[in-house]
Nanobody
């Protein structure tokens, strides 16, 4: 079945940084493209970043490009999201999911596509 568990969230002041981690297990992590998505209560899921299976290609939404960096460690079955210059609008629950495109990742999160989606971690940006 496979699982993904995100961690590393917390309360940070605007301008601060966090690194999120996503641990994977019981599936062939290395053959999956991976993504990070986030959701604010009452709003739709938002895709924010993806990375190809070998880490060669990365993609970002306009809202986070230049501030966030996605990476992965296949031997450790880990996905990461380094977040710098955090803004109040980055406050959300962050999830990892399989998929390379926004449609794929969001589809996994909403069960439209087969894949794996993780337990989220809350990020709160506030002074």
């Amino acid at each position: 079945e496979g699982w993904l568990v995100a961690s590393g969230g917390g309360l940070v002041q605007p301008g601060g940084s966090l690194r999120l981690s996503c641990a994977a297990g019981e599936f062939a992590f290395r053959v999956y493209d991976m993504s990070w998505v986030r959701q604010v209560p009452g709003k739709e899921l938002e895709w924010i970043s993806s990375i190809s299976r070998e880490g060669r290609y990365t993609y970002y939404s306009d809202s986070v490009r230049g501030r966030f960096t996605i990476s992965r460690d296949n031997p450790k079955m880990m996905l990461y999201l380094r977040m710098n210059n955090l803004k109040t609008e980055d406050t959300a629950e962050y999830y990892c999911a399989t998929g390379l495109t926004a449609d794929q990742a969001l589809g996994v999160m909403t069960d439209r596509y087969f894949g794996h989606r993780g337990q989220g971690t809350q990020v709160t940006i506030s002074s």
